[in-house]
């Protein structure tokens, strides 16, 4: 449900001071960068970014809205989601801890071209984080300081959070290669 | 460049080391006894939980975060079906909010005793471990005689619990409380003021402020940094509203301080328990049999239409809940900090995605940063003070 204005919720005590700073963020958003969307669910806030303006718009949240905390950055493969039309969503999950604000920023990417920016040099929080996205679902973080695999061994080739990888794995386990004492 | 380092050597700590209590590894680079630099390799307990999650549904996932915090699973219980219901929109009833806050903050202080009495255990003060684990057993016994289960507890449904509480379980929970600051007080005595601990740990692994958010650290050890969050009164959940506690923070940001702030933080949980088991609202636990969510009890199945019509629905494969195909992100203060669950639902019974923001990880990140220009022996203290469980790492 996408929206142009935010409602406060009347059940929260302080639903509407947490509502007034995310208008005022809305709204700066909205003149700032062309393309931004917003949708409100359960009382979170999201905003869809363009690729291309997203590292400007998380750097702008962060240094002018003190968007001072990243709380996770995560991605949902949507291949088998019904009425998708992008196929990667990522998402980040952001924390505003002097007026204790949330917002869930998106970016939609789509295969061959699977490269964002790695906002690292924003947040420190950011590194592992990315390394695991890009673990389990092959997205490249642009300017990562170190870019591995952080839960899976090196040598593992497929990404098992993509939707077309079978819950049961394709025999990694089976076909892992055994050392024997005298084979060495 | 061989030329400059060649004076450093390189030590393998871990995966099996008694002191990374899990199994998580550290490549540390050492000038002598001095830390240069170290490198943690973890996943070697990565089982895949975000993809099992994408298979099991809202009800069978609450096994599998079972697993993960095994130190205090009935936070992470809370914490996943916070997140479910949240994306469901189930407003619980006033009885099972009280219970959840219950066990969530027994949860607390069981995994506080395990963590303060590891981080003593670590630079070898055992007696202090020791009393910290015999409170634990007693909480174990309350949650065994409140669901059955000791250690994988899997408490928590979707719109409410398994059963209700048992005035037997109260009147456990009463001891317990009446039992605990006693050896709190005891266990203070032990260390809080000793020497040989305090060498140990003020002045090592020192974070500030700044950087513990900046690095999205959470908790217990945020708040040692002087960080004043926490989601029980920055976004109160559950009841939490309803009680008087305060959030324990210090300026520090070394061991100590993480130390200090756990072991105020067990009295502060005790507080909470103490006020919720007292003023515990009658009425149901469960949410009504209209709304379609929790499974009815027996006597409403076979003597009400709505209940037999809700079972049915719930039981039948193909049918179930009815989610809408959208996305949440629900968290709750777990003992390490925020634990977080993203949940995108696509119209079934089963988590189209169940992403699980764990605290440990975000915490163990950290880790090169805190122990660079600290000693060897100082590895321990501070992998102990950050309280790492390698189940919720790797997941």
């Not at chain 1, 593992?156 to 005298?182: C, I, M, S, V, W």
Request: aromatic share 10%; hydrophobic share 40%; charged share 25%.
């Amino acid at each position: 449900m996408r929206v142009d204005r935010l409602e406060a919720d009347p059940t929260l005590s302080d639903g509407g001071a947490i509502v007034d700073v995310l208008q005022k963020v809305t709204d700066a958003l909205r003149q700032r960068c062309a393309g931004v969307t917003f949708s409100v669910f359960r009382q979170d806030t999201r905003v869809w970014v363009p690729r291309e303006s997203l590292y400007e718009v998380l750097r702008f949240l962060q240094q002018e809205w003190g968007f001072d905390m990243l709380v996770d950055i995560t991605c949902v493969d949507y291949l088998h989601y019904r009425g998708a039309t992008d196929r990667f969503g990522m998402v980040y999950q952001l924390c505003n801890t002097g007026d204790n604000v949330r917002l869930t920023v998106r970016v939609m990417l789509n295969e061959p071209d699977l490269t964002i920016p790695s906002v690292t040099s924003l947040w420190e929080a950011a590194n592992w984080l990315e390394r695991e996205v890009f673990d389990m679902f092959g997205i490249r973080f642009e300017c990562h300081p170190d870019l591995r695999r952080i839960l899976l061994p090196p040598e593992f080739t497929a990404h098992p959070l993509r939707k077309d990888y079978p819950l049961q794995g394709r025999g990694e386990r089976h076909n892992f290669t055994a050392l024997t004492r005298e084979g060495g | 460049m061989t030329t400059q380092q060649d004076y450093l050597w390189t030590l393998n700590f871990g995966p099996q080391h008694p002191a990374t209590h899990t199994t998580l590894r550290l490549v540390l680079k050492l000038d002598g006894e001095r830390v240069v630099d170290a490198v943690p390799d973890i996943g070697y307990l990565h089982s895949g939980f975000e993809k099992i999650g994408e298979h099991l549904d809202y009800n069978q996932y609450v096994t599998v975060t079972d697993r993960m915090n095994y130190v205090s699973p009935m936070a992470n219980n809370v914490a996943w079906h916070h997140a479910v219901e949240k994306l469901l929109g189930i407003e619980l009833t006033p009885r099972c909010k009280y219970l959840r806050v219950i066990v969530a903050e027994l949860a607390r202080i069981s995994d506080h005793l395990l963590c303060v009495g590891a981080m003593g255990l670590d630079v070898g003060a055992f007696t202090f471990f020791l009393y910290g684990f015999y409170e634990r057993e007693k909480i174990y016994d309350i949650f065994e005689s409140l669901c059955g289960a000791r250690f994988t507890n899997s408490y928590t449904r979707v719109g409410g619990l398994l059963h209700d509480i048992t005035p037997v379980t109260i009147e456990q929970i009463r001891d317990f409380l009446r039992r605990l600051p006693a050896t709190l007080s005891d266990m203070e005595r032990l260390l809080t003021r000793n020497r040989i601990f305090m060498d140990r740990m003020q002045g090592v692994g020192v974070l500030t402020a700044h950087e513990a958010i900046n690095r999205g650290v959470s908790g217990p050890v945020a708040r040692a940094s002087g960080v004043t969050r926490d989601l029980r009164k920055d976004e109160p959940y559950l009841a939490y509203n309803d009680f008087d506690f305060q959030v324990c923070c210090t300026r520090a940001g070394d061991c100590y301080a993480r130390f200090l702030v756990r072991i105020h933080e067990i009295r502060e949980s005790l507080k909470i328990v103490q006020q919720a088991i007292e003023n515990l609202p009658a009425g149901p636990v469960n949410v009504g049999a209209d709304e379609r969510v929790g499974l009815p009890d027996k006597q409403q199945v076979y003597q009400t239409i709505e209940g037999l019509i809700t079972h049915f629905e719930l039981v039948m494969t193909s049918r179930g809940f009815s989610v809408p195909c959208d996305e949440v992100y629900g968290a709750v203060e777990a003992p390490n900090g925020e634990l977080g669950f993203y949940l995108v639902g696509d119209g079934s019974n089963v988590a189209y995605r169940a992403r699980c923001r764990p605290p440990s990880f975000i915490n163990f990140a950290l880790f090169p940063h805190l122990i660079c220009g600290h000693t060897l022996s100082d590895v321990v203290a501070v992998l102990g003070s950050l309280n790492i469980i390698a189940a919720e790492l790797d997941r």
